[in-house]
């Protein structure tokens, strides 16, 4: 699975868009980009993910670029709830190997008042 | 979404004594869990592939004699620390997946 490189953390004003970027310039053509957050002591959390169009769900939106070589997870209007490590997770989609992910060291999002 | 639990969320125990740390899916079947571990401050270790009926596979580094797992039907998967020792303290979480993982919730696991 190809390599991840995401800025160690972040801050967002409550309210406010947070643009969590990542790079992933070795991904391959089958594999697609995920995102993870970790709130601290739980399990992390499915966020969204997607090959080579935009995505967007309730939670976020994913702006991946025409090359491929990185994206964004967009959270439209933070709240402090949102406050979590971040994971961008490149992989092989669509088998059972899903919950094998390679996690790197993620962005750590606070989102302050 | 769906739901993969585990038991116990905490659990603390002697050095020397073994500890069983239990992994459901509750809506669907998973012939493949994933057990990871955590240290403070640090991000998820992926330990082990732990594969219905079969033996599991474990990562390089990982002691499959002390991290024993067994995964006898498509909705469970126990992982057992045994002879647990202070420096096996650590957060546990195992995932399961459909197309995307879904991961528990975790578990705490403090060796005293």
Redesign the interface.
């Known amino acids: 699975d190809a390599k991840t490189t995401q800025p160690p953390s972040m801050d967002c004003a409550e309210g406010r868009a947070a643009n969590l970027p990542c790079n992933h310039s070795t991904i391959s053509g089958n594999e697609y980009v ?1 995102w ?1 957050r ?1 709130i601290h ?6 966020i969204i ?1 997607g090959l080579k169009n935009n995505e967007t769900n309730e939670m976020a939106s994913l702006i991946i670029t025409e090359d491929r070589k990185s994206s964004t997870l967009i959270l439209p209007h933070a709240t402090l709830r949102d406050t979590a490590v971040y ?1 961008c997770i490149v992989r092989v ?2 088998s ?11 962005t750590e999002l606070s989102v302050k008042p | 979404g769906a739901v993969v639990s585990q038991h116990p969320s905490w659990v603390i125990c002697k050095s020397g004594t073994s500890v069983k740390i239990e992994c459901r899916s509750l809506d669907f079947q998973a012939t493949t869990m994933f057990w990871y571990r955590q240290f403070p401050k640090q991000s998820l270790m992926l330990m082990a592939t732990s594969n219905e009926g079969s033996k599991a596979t474990y990562e390089q580094g990982v002691e499959k004699d002390k991290f024993l797992i067994n995964h006898a039907s498509l909705t469970l998967s126990t992982l057992t620390v045994t002879s647990a020792h202070p420096e096996d303290s650590s957060f546990y979480i195992c995932s399961a997946s459909q197309h995307e993982a879904f991961f528990g919730q975790g578990t705490r696991l403090t060796v005293v």
């Open positions: 995920y993870y970790q002591s739980q399990g992390p959390q499915y993910h994971y989609g669509g059972n190997q899903g919950g094998k992910l390679i996690f790197g060291q993620g």
